[in-house]
Every structure is written in C-alpha cells, then in structure tokens.
C-alpha cells in the first residue's frame, strides 16, 4: 500500500468532515458553512450522496439517475457554486458513491420504468440483478411488484387500480404509485376505443393507426433494443401531440380506461399481459425476483460487474473526477457487489490518484484485504476498537448478572445473533434462500452423491450455514479460494454442523466446497456467487438491525461493526492494531460517529464510565424499574426494552420526550419480540409510548436520572476528548461527522441527521482564539474542550504532516496504574498521552510517569513547556484532560 500512501500525501489530507447534504442542506446552504469548517481545520469535505436521488430522499442512497446531480440539492449550477467557493478556501471534496442499487419506486428511473415496459427485452435487462426464471414459474419473465396493501384479487374488486393517461403515456395507478404498460397493451386499449367509442372517422383511423403501430414495434429482444426504444420515444411524441390536437379522441380513450379499470376481470387478464406483476407487499419477501439492498424492496441490485452498468453509472463520476474539484471517492456497500476486487480496479483503473475507501465491516479479527486497490475502510474497524479502550473488562461479570436479573436472558450473544440471522433468513430474505436452493439444486441434481437431499434439506442447512457465518462475506471469484476465505467458510460448516446435528453434516461440507469453488461433483460459480452476496445483509439485517436491540447487555458495544461479547479493548491490542494500520492501510479513514452508527460518540463515551461503576448502575437501575413499575401497561416495554431505555436516557440525556418515543419505537420493531416494521403491533407501540410519557412526566424519576447523570457526566466528557485525540492522531485520515465538534448526543438515524446549529458553532470557534485551555475547560457544558481540541490538533497535523506519515511508536507508562494512560509518538515530533479508565486513579497524584524522548516539547492544547522529562499523568492533565505534544526546536543561543 505505499503507493495509496504516495496519494493520501499528495492530496494533502488533513481531515475530513462529513456533510450530510439533504432535508433543505443544499449545495447553496452548505456553501454558507465552507469558510467556518475551512478555519476549523479540514482539508477535505466528505459528501453524502449527490446525485439525483429518489423524491423526499433524506440520504442520498436511493439514486434514481447516475447522469444527474440532485436537483433537491440544487442541481449542477448550485454544485458548481459550491465547487467554486470550496477550491477559493482550499477545500476539496470526498463524494460518497452508491454502486449497489439504485432506487425504484420513483418514475424517474428511466432504466427502471423501461425494463417496467419491455421486461426481459429491455436495453436495461441487463442493467438489475433480476432473475428472469426463478422458481415460483407464475413470477418467470415478467417482473414482481409487490406494492399492493392486499390480495389483487381483493385490491381489484375495491377498483383500486385503475388505468390513466398521461399525454401519450399510460400507467397503472395505485394510490401514490404509477407503473408503466407494455407497449403492445397499449395497441389493444387503442384499438378498443377506435372500435366502441363514437369518434369522427378521421380520428378513428388516426387511432387505429397508433393501435397497429405500438403492436408493430420491434419485439422486446436485446438485440433490438436500441431501434424499439427509437421508435417508442417517436410514438410517444406524436400520440401525445394527437391527443392535444384531438380532445374528442382523448376523451375517447379515457372513457375507455375508466371501463377497463371499473370491471375486475377484464383489468385483471388487462394485467396479465405485462411485464410485470402487482401483487401483495408481503408476497416480495417469499417470492421476489430480484437482488435488493438487504430486504428493502425499493433498492434493487446493480449488475456493475458489467461493462456497460459500470460505465453508465459512473460517467458523471468520472467527469466530476476529471475537473479537479472531487479528490476522493467512498465506496458504499462494497459487499453487495457480485466482485468487489474486479469492481475496485475498475474503479482505481477510472480515478488512479483518487483516495478510496470502502464501506467494508470487518469481524474483530478480521483484516482488509491486501490485494484490493484502496486506501482502507471507512473506519468502523477503528471505531469500536477505540470504544473498547474505555470500557473497564472487570464490568463485564457484574453486567452480564445485571442483565439477567432484569431480563432472565441468559444465553450468549452469539446464540442469539445466530438465532435472528436464521429468522430474517426465513422471513424478509426468505425469497434470496429460495434462488439460492433453487441453484444448489440444480447443482446438486448432476451428482449421484447429492441427488437425494430435498429442498427442504437444502433450504435448512443454507439458513443454518449462513446463520453461523463468521464474517460479513467471503470473496472467492474464479480462482483458488484465499487463505482467509477457506478458514471462515470452514468454520461457518463446523458451527452449523454443531448447531444442527440433525442435519447431515456433509451437507455443510458440501456447501463449504460448493463457495469455495473447490467441489468437483457440485460446481456451481453463480451459487457461490449468491451465496456470497447474502451472507452480509443476512449480518446486517440480524444482527445489526435486530439482535443489536434484543440483546441489550451493554449497549455502547451494539454498534456497527462491533462485538458486544468483547468487554473492552486492552492497550496492548489497540497499539498493535494502530501499528498494522500504520504499516498496510496509513491512509485508511478514522472514524468515532457516522450517519449509520446506533449512536453517536459521545453517548458511548459517557456510558462506557458506567462500566466503572456497576455496582451503582445496578442500584440505580434497579430503583428505577421498582419506581416505574406502575406505568406499565401488559409487559410494555418488556423488560429488555426497559433496560435499553435506562441506558439510552443515561447516554443522551437532555433529549426530549419526542426523541426519546422515536427512538423507542424505532427499537423495538428492529427488535422484532413484539413488533416489527413488517408487521407493527399498534397496540404494543401504542403502550411503549405511553411508558415514555409517563417516565418524562415524573419529575421525581427525571431528578433521579439526573443526579446519575451528573455523576458520570464530566468523566464521559474526559472520555470523549480522549477517543477523539486517539482518532484525529491515529494511522489514518480523521473525519468528524457533521456537528460533532461539540458534544453530539445523538442517536441512530435519523435522528442523528437532525439539523446542525452552525452559527453557534462559528461563534464558539471565533472566540478559541482568545480562549485558553483552562477557559475551555470552565465552559466545558457548550462543548467548547472538544472544539479547541479538534481545532489545534488539525492545525498540528497540517503542521507536522510529515510526522503523521511517519512511525507509531507506544510508549510505556511507568509506574502505579500505568494501565489507565495510552501513550504514543508519531513521527519525530508528535507524542499523544490520554487518560483511561480514568476514574481509577490516572488523575491521582500516584498516577504513572511518561519517559518522554529527548528534546524540548510543549503541549499544542495548552500552550505550556513540559519542563520534567518524566512527566507524571497528574502533570500532563493539569490544565486540560488530554494531552498532545509538539517537540520545540531551540533556537541557537548567539
């Protein structure tokens, strides 16, 4: 990687800030803020999404055209404008990509609403990972669009579909919803009205005409794609223009649509005839026929290991990259592609000086792969290892009793994670299981080994096989499987073999082999193809997105890529994970909060001081269940969903009752035990909510939570400024997510996109330049420590560039509870020391001594010597919690 090195030095990266573009943040707005993040310090501003997403987008992830920048957000006149005031303040950009899916459910996807009308023949077939002959024969060549409330059948008898004409278009309507006809329907619907309509003979043979000329057009066939869809714009135009000319004929033919949609059985046999299929909503997670992104049926997958795909969806892309305003490039979602690494070098082969990093989730152990052209990820990795450091190991056995007692949970995480994994597997991905049988199957039908194994079989153990799966994906593609990738596949055989010993265990064996691609008797590269591209939304639908909100021992640890059953991170691990970094991914990203994290930095680092204190957490926590027992209505929240809203009010306390109902309601349908979003128990909701209520009206238990609140309050700040130093001066490139430069109390989306106050922010970072450490300190409630922090580390980094590319080197505490201080040099000028676990002594006046290397240094946040070359943490801490030192040249004496 020291060619990604090279790069990261020449585009001078400092710092990252994300921006969170969208919900009335629009290229102009954000113009506003470039000169207060120039003066904070970045070098680069991270972009969500920005091109032409779907209508009411408040992400950017659900693009709907690759050819558009968002017109939401102001559209290419309002990016130049930005383009042009972030170069005249020396800021470049990173954009964030969307190469996996695209958004379907807005009819300005003119790729999707062509494949809508021609089907399999469209020019776009190719574009969307559908499959045309899936199991279910019903669902083969046409394609499944599960958006109806109910059975058509009974949709239908309501007459909630009905048949509209746009101009010279026409579409099926179901509520908000509008679907494309074939066009070769649209000749009979024509051609009805020319023959049952009283029309003046010239517009009826103007009609017929039309009639014979949509049902003349080219077949739907790939190889005459281009020629249709010519003659489909042109049949369009003029219809359309007729139909403006002739107001009698266009009344005509609407009065024949409003017949067609009044009469069930002949719109049902109307429906028949298309491309695609209305059906049931609910029928899209048994029968679906296509990729999504993970079980949302509006994203549909992207065929990008094409050519074509990859070229029409990146050519904005590469012209935004040509002129020198995009410096780098974050890749969203890089596991859902069918092959990453052939992707990437595409991509490196498009932008060779671009930094790119990948939205990859790595397992604990686990390590980016060398062979890939980028500079690392987009930092998860270093999130959660960094949240460990300040959580205290010896919390974990009075925790995990805690959490038993108030809940009666007592298995592991992993069985539970497993168990969720089987259940999204069976329901919101059960039609992705299906394909997957269906192909293994087919493979399996060739051998006499494994002729035998029924569906069923085979359905079971891939469930249970992807259950037990160790990693988010493996990336076997044509040749030897990697080292890597046999030893996960492997142990996800032995593990489901453990946890199914009534099923044959050479069936796991044999689905090992088969993704590995090393099975002589069943080979099947588009099942090993597959199956690598669900295990990861298996994860993040699972686990992630549900065991995350079942299991809620600790929840600091339920985090995006991280690993609840870990209780904390040791000094010894997090140095030598910086000193791999340093060596294979130097310019990765490194990041605290992102826009997907269940909640944001400083609630993590407020709750890891309770890993301190369980004794007290216990006792608190324990009286506030007995105080509110009362407001209870039917076990609702049940007792893991109380537990979640203890810490959850701890973490982010102020926040408003509002916030508080939507976060509860948003957990407990991702929890799946008594609601879900597929299918929400009103009721159950309904009683949760009134439980939130009742606890904000309580102002005998909101003084009690405070009081716990401000007992761990100044010690989360500490923890805070000191994860954020380890961030900003570890290997890698630093981003602060949008707005937390103070303290940020946030939640998961969206409520961690809610709007930044930045005139406040520009005032504060106006008054650090008069501002001392100590003051800083003294204001420390308007998170002025972390800005003065973030700001003078920056300018340091822009400073000392060259120590930042240099070595890491921990340096060793000495003395009583040297445990709790994390030291470190970079480069020849830089040393950082932080405090951890720092109610345990770090602070105190026995506390370890640093041996600083020989020289002169100062420290950048406070402005003072340190005159002692064995200074002690007491010393080091004085004036400010953290401390970053810069080495002093002296000047020769005359």
């Not at 005409?209 to 714009?233: C, E, G, M, T």
């Not at 294979?584 to 407020?606: Q, Y």
């Not at 805070?720 to 940020?744: C, F, I």
Request: aromatic share 8%; charged share 25%; hydrophobic share 40%.
């Amino acid at each position: 990687m020291k060619s990604a090195q090279r790069v990261a030095a020449h585009s001078g990266l400092i710092g990252t800030y994300r921006l969170q573009l969208g919900g009335g943040f629009t290229f102009d707005a954000a113009i506003n803020v470039l000169p207060y993040l120039a003066k904070l310090g970045v070098s680069h501003l991270y972009l969500s999404p920005i091109l032409q997403a779907a209508e009411g987008s408040a992400h950017g992830y659900d693009v709907i055209d690759h050819n558009r920048l968002s017109e939401e957000l102001g559209g290419e006149a309002a990016y130049s404008r930005f383009c042009t005031a972030a170069t005249a303040l020396g800021l470049k950009q990173i954009v964030d990509i969307v190469p996996n899916h695209m958004s379907i459910h807005d009819r300005r996807n003119a790729w999707w609403w062509d494949l809508l009308e021609d089907g399999p023949g469209s020019r776009f077939a190719s574009y969307f990972d559908v499959d045309w002959d899936p199991p279910e024969s019903k669902n083969r060549n046409v394609l499944l669009v599960p958006i109806l409330g109910d059975h058509r059948g009974k949709v239908l008898e309501k007459r909630e579909i009905s048949v509209r004409r746009d101009g010279g278009r026409f579409v099926f309507r179901y509520h908000e919803h509008a679907v494309p006809l074939a066009f070769h329907s649209i000749g009979q619907l024509l051609n009805g009205a020319a023959d049952h309509e009283p029309l003046e003979p010239e517009h009826k043979a103007r009609l017929q005409f039309f009639a014979d000329a949509y049902r003349s057009l080219p077949a739907p066939a790939l190889k005459d794609a281009v020629r249709r869809n010519q003659h489909k714009i042109v049949l369009l135009d003029l219809l359309g223009h007729f139909f403006e000319q002739a107001p009698s004929a266009a009344a005509a033919v609407d009065r024949t649509l409003a017949t067609l949609s009044d009469d069930p059985a002949a719109l049902d046999d109307f429906l028949n005839l298309q491309h695609h299929r209305l059906a049931f909503w609910k029928t899209g997670d048994r029968e679906l026929d296509y990729r999504r992104f993970f079980d949302v049926n509006s994203l549909v997958g992207l065929r990008v290991e094409h050519e074509d795909v990859f070229k029409d969806t990146h050519r904005t892309l590469e012209r935004l990259l040509r002129n020198g305003c995009i410096d780098g490039l974050r890749v969203d979602h890089i596991d859902g592609l069918a092959d990453p690494e052939r992707y990437l070098e595409r991509l490196r082969a498009l932008a060779p000086k671009a930094w790119v990093v990948v939205e990859k989730i790595l397992a604990r152990d686990e390590r980016l792969r060398a062979s890939w052209p980028v500079h690392g990820t987009t930092g998860y990795d270093f999130l959660n290892e960094v949240n460990g450091l300040f959580i205290d190991p010896a919390g974990e056995e009075p925790f995990t009793a805690l959490f038993t007692e108030l809940t009666g949970e007592k298995r592991a995480f992993a069985e539970v994670a497993a168990e969720k994994r089987e259940a999204v597997l069976k329901e919101g991905l059960a039609a992705d299981v299906d394909r997957l049988t269906q192909l293994l199957a087919d493979a399996c039908a060739s051998t006499r080994m494994f002729r035998d194994y029924t569906r069923f079989d085979l359905r079971q153990a891939l469930r249970v096989f992807i259950a037990a799966f160790p990693v988010y994906r493996t990336y076997v593609s044509g040749g030897p499987a990697h080292v890597d990738d046999q030893t996960w596949a492997t142990q996800a055989a032995s593990a489901a073999a453990a946890r199914r010993p009534d099923l044959d265990p050479e069936l796991f064996t044999m689905i090992s082999d088969c993704l590995l691609g090393r099975s002589e008797q069943v080979a099947s590269p588009m099942f090993s193809q597959r199956l690598q591209q669900l295990t990861s939304p298996a994860t993040a639908k699972g686990v992630e997105d549900t065991a995350f909100y079942a299991w809620s021992r600790f929840i600091a640890l339920n985090e995006v890529g991280g690993t609840p059953q870990a209780f904390g991170t040791s000094i010894e691990r997090f140095h030598q994970l910086n000193q791999w970094a340093q060596h294979h991914t130097p310019a990765r990203m490194v990041a605290t909060s992102t826009h997907d994290t269940k909640r944001s930095e400083d609630v993590r680092a407020r709750l890891a001081v309770l890993t301190e204190r369980p004794d007290a957490w216990a006792t608190a926590v324990k009286r506030w269940k007995k105080h509110n027992a009362a407001k209870k209505l039917d076990d609702a929240p049940d007792a893991d969903a109380e537990y979640l809203f203890y810490q959850t009010l701890v973490g982010a306390w102020p926040l408003t009752e509002a916030r508080a109902q939507a976060f509860m309601v948003k957990a407990s349908r991702e929890s799946k035990a008594r609601t879900s979003w597929v299918a929400p128990n009103q009721e159950y909701e309904r009683r949760v909510s009134e439980f939130v209520s009742a606890c904000f009206s309580d102002s005998d238990f909101l003084t009690d939570l405070g009081r716990t609140v401000d007992s761990i309050l100044a010690q989360g700040e500490v923890n805070s400024l000191a994860q954020t130093l380890l961030k900003l001066t570890s290997p890698g490139v630093p981003d602060v997510y949008q707005g937390t430069e103070l303290w940020s109390l946030d939640l998961v989306g969206p409520d961690n996109r809610r709007e930044v106050d930045w005139p406040t922010r520009v005032k504060l970072l106006e008054e650090l330049k008069t501002v001392s450490a100590e003051q800083a300190m003294a204001r420390s409630r308007e998170g002025l420590p972390k800005l003065l922090l973030i700001n003078r580390t920056l300018e340091l980094r822009r400073r000392q560039g060259a120590s930042f590319e240099g070595a890491y080197e921990p340096l060793t505490p000495e003395g009583h509870d040297a445990e709790h201080l994390v030291a470190y040099q970079r480069g020849d000028n830089v040393i950082v020391a932080v405090p951890r676990l720092s109610g345990s002594g770090a602070n105190q006046p026995e506390g370890p001594t640093l041996r600083l290397p020989r020289g002169h240094w100062s420290n950048v946040l406070t402005g003072e010597r340190i005159i002692s070359e064995r200074p002690t943490a007491k010393t080091l801490f004085a004036r400010f919690p953290v401390a970053l030192l810069e080495r002093v040249v002296e000047k020769e004496r005359a």
